[in-house]
Every structure is written in C-alpha cells, then in structure tokens.
C-alpha cells in the first residue's frame, strides 16, 4: 500500500522550475496532482523568465536538493517527480535523491521528465548536461518520459528514424534501459500528423506495450511534457503499474488539450 500524507492522500514530490507565465513547471505540476487526488509536496529547482513565445532567462536555484531531502522525513512521500535541471549540479544532486529513493528501506519510484530544450528552441541542456545526465542521471535508475526529440538526444539516435519506425523507437528505448533507468515511456505527441498518437512503455524483461488515442485536433499546450510524467508519477503514487499510470497520463493530457482548444 502506497505510504500517504495526514490528508490520506499519496503524497508526490515534484522537483522543477517556476514558469513565470504559469503554464509549465510546477504549475502543471499541481495542476496534474488536483486530478490524481495526491498531495504535492513542490521544490522549485529553477526561476524562469519566460512567456508564450519563449524563455528569456533562468535562474538555477542553489540549495534546493536540502529542500527537497527534507521531505523525505516521515514516509510521507510515494514518489517522486524530476522536470526542469537546468545545470550539471542539479542533474548531479537529482541523481542522488533518486538513488536514495529506489534503495532506501521503502523505496518508491522517481520519474524523470528529460528538459531539454523548451518548444522555442531555448535549450536548458547545452552537450556537458547531457553527458552528465547520461552518466549520473540515467544511471541512477529513474522511469524517464522522453519525448521524440528527447528520446534521440539521450540515445545519440536519427529523430526521422524513430519517428518513422517502431522498430528503431524500441531500440532507443532499450538504450536507456541498458544505461540504467528501470522503465521508458516515450510519448509520441510530437510525430508528425497522423489521426492517432502512440505511446511505447517499455520495462526491463518485458515486451514493448504500445498506447494508442486519438489525436486531439487543434494545438497543442505548454506545459505538456510535465503535466504527463506528473500525472504519470502521481498514478505509480497510487499503486497502478507504469502501464496503466502512462494510459491515465496520456488520457489527461488529451482532455487538457481538448479543453484549451473548445
């Protein structure tokens, strides 16, 4: 049974940075907690200075992992949620929790949303992020949910190649399983077109799961990518397998897309 909070509920810690427009980060992050009926126990990692049409600065927040290793206190906590590093000393410390997480006398699970780059182009990653989160990060044992562009990044992988093959996309995904993290879930809604979106679960000794829903037409919402793996932890929070928490996340993310676009 999944350890809970006073309120009763599972408690989830999210890690990410504050979006100063309100639609990613944190914010998308509550958002997705209300609905999965957890409680958010929130440590902003970064300040950002960011609108609609991009980022103009961010601020990483020193100090924040002390922060965030006090909630470990108490057992209050059923997993535990990564968005925004934004440098080699966050993806260093981030690495660490997660290890203590997952080894600890009652581990719980860490998902990890990989930002590295904002719809604008902004990149929070530059190569040293990168290499850093493939040698700490992904070696601490996170489920990682890699977007297309993600997914080639981390995977020094083709981005037409996965895209257009299913083959390639599970050969992606089982890098990541060979550098260490413990699940994939590599969200399809950045392929282009297409009246169906396809989600690959994939978990060590076990068979690609492929997720399929309709596209929602219209645009899309910032803040997607976190609304998902929040969405996704909070439902590992409450004891669902990493299947079934990814086809509640995807539902979600649907309906708030759809919402935006009525």
Same mark, same amino acid.
């Given at each position: 049974?999944? &350890?809970?909070?006073?309120?009763?509920?599972?408690?989830?810690? *999210?890690?990410?940075?504050?979006?100063?427009?309100?639609?990613?980060? +944190? !914010?998308?992050? &509550? !958002?997705?907690?209300?609905? *999965?009926?957890?409680? =958010?126990?929130?440590?902003?990692? =970064?300040?950002?200075?960011?609108?609609? %049409?991009?980022? &103009?600065?961010?601020?990483?927040?020193?100090?924040?992992?002390?922060?965030?290793?006090?909630? %470990?206190?108490?057992?209050?906590?059923?997993?535990?949620? %990564?968005?925004?590093?934004?440098?080699?000393?966050?993806?260093?410390?981030?690495?660490? +929790?997660?290890?203590?997480?997952?080894?600890?006398?009652?581990?719980?699970?860490?998902?990890?949303?990989?930002?590295?780059?904002?719809?604008?182009?902004?990149? %929070?990653?530059?190569?040293?992020?990168?290499?850093?989160?493939?040698?700490?990060?992904?070696?601490?044992?996170?489920?990682?949910?890699?977007?297309?562009?993600?997914?080639?990044?981390? @995977?020094?992988?083709? &981005?037409?190649?996965?895209?257009?093959?299913?083959?390639?996309?599970?050969?992606?995904?089982?890098? +990541?399983?060979?550098? /260490?993290?413990?699940?994939?879930?590599? @969200?399809?809604?950045?392929?282009?077109?297409?009246?169906?979106?396809?989600?690959?679960?994939?978990?060590?000794?076990?068979?690609?799961?492929? +997720?399929?829903?309709?596209?929602?037409?219209?645009?899309?919402?910032? /803040?997607? /990518?976190?609304? *998902?793996?929040?969405?996704?932890?909070?439902?590992?929070?409450? /004891?669902? @397998?990493?299947?079934?928490?990814?086809?509640?996340?995807?539902? *979600?993310?649907?309906?708030?897309?759809?919402?935006?676009?009525?």
């Amino acid at each position: 049974m999944s &350890r809970s909070d006073a309120e009763g509920l599972p408690g989830v810690l *999210f890690v990410g940075g504050v979006d100063s427009s309100g639609g990613a980060g +944190l !914010d998308a992050d &509550r !958002d997705a907690a209300g609905v *999965f009926e957890c409680v =958010a126990h929130e440590v902003a990692s =970064a300040l950002t200075d960011q609108d609609l %049409f991009e980022v &103009r600065r961010v601020e990483e927040r020193m100090m924040w992992a002390g922060d965030a290793e006090g909630h %470990f206190d108490g057992g209050a906590l059923a997993a535990m949620k %990564f968005g925004l590093l934004p440098g080699v000393a966050s993806i260093v410390e981030a690495a660490r +929790l997660i290890a203590r997480a997952r080894h600890g006398a009652r581990p719980i699970p860490a998902v990890v949303d990989p930002v590295i780059k904002a719809s604008s182009g902004y990149r %929070f990653w530059s190569d040293r992020e990168l290499v850093q989160a493939r040698d700490s990060l992904l070696v601490s044992g996170p489920i990682v949910t890699p977007n297309l562009d993600e997914l080639a990044e981390l @995977t020094w992988s083709d &981005r037409a190649e996965i895209e257009r093959s299913p083959e390639a996309r599970v050969e992606a995904a089982s890098r +990541l399983l060979r550098a /260490g993290v413990s699940g994939v879930v590599a @969200t399809g809604g950045h392929a282009a077109g297409g009246e169906e979106v396809r989600d690959l679960v994939l978990e060590p000794g076990s068979a690609p799961v492929w +997720l399929e829903r309709s596209r929602v037409p219209g645009e899309g919402i910032r /803040g997607s /990518g976190c609304r *998902f793996a929040a969405a996704l932890a909070c439902g590992l929070a409450r /004891g669902r @397998t990493l299947s079934e928490a990814a086809q509640a996340a995807g539902d *979600f993310v649907a309906g708030r897309i759809q919402d935006s676009n009525s």
